[in-house]
């Protein structure tokens, strides 16, 4: 319980999430992140996106059975630098950028907020989008589940579902 206390207190401030959606077979949560208080990660980002990235994930999730369930995410870079940060998902309000996450395991944390020009629904091509955020915010740091974390995550999701 103290380590979930951690963990949350120490989370990320989450911006907004958005979806890219790469066709039928593959998408991507992208997170906007405050990252004012960690400079550190403004580091990372930007040689995460010259240097192949190595890092470990673990789930972590508090008020399991109730509607108020969260579902975090402990993302240890080990490479191109050291460095270790939380994610804190209010399912109840990521539901759909969550089932997302679940379906293809895969996120791009970017530092946020969002630009008010990328902001609600619309439809471009995926190498337009991704060239706005990146001219927006840089790189970014794409991070990819491993399979039994991505079905983790779709048991988590489900259970969460089934919630009156």
């Not at 989008?129 to 794409?142: L, P, R, S, T, W």
Request: net charge negative; proline share 5%.
């Amino acid at each position: 319980m103290e380590d979930l206390e951690l963990a949350l207190k120490s989370a990320l401030p989450i911006d907004g999430i958005d979806q890219l959606l790469l066709g039928s077979n593959d998408g991507i949560a992208l997170i906007w992140v405050d990252i004012q208080e960690r400079p550190d990660l403004a580091t990372l980002a930007a040689r995460h996106g010259q240097e192949e990235g190595y890092c470990i994930c673990t789930l972590f999730y508090g008020n399991p059975g109730k509607r108020s369930m969260i579902i975090g995410l402990r993302v240890e870079m080990r490479q191109p630098t050291r460095t270790v940060f939380h994610l804190a998902f209010k399912v109840e309000r990521y539901i759909d950028q969550l089932s997302l996450f679940a379906q293809f395991g895969k996120i791009w944390v970017v530092p946020g907020p969002p630009p008010a020009h990328l902001v609600g629904t619309q439809e471009m091509d995926m190498q337009t989008f991704i060239e706005k955020v990146v001219n927006f915010a840089g790189q970014g740091i794409m991070v990819e589940l491993e399979p039994k974390l991505v079905t983790d995550l779709r048991k988590l999701r489900d259970e969460w579902k089934q919630i009156k």
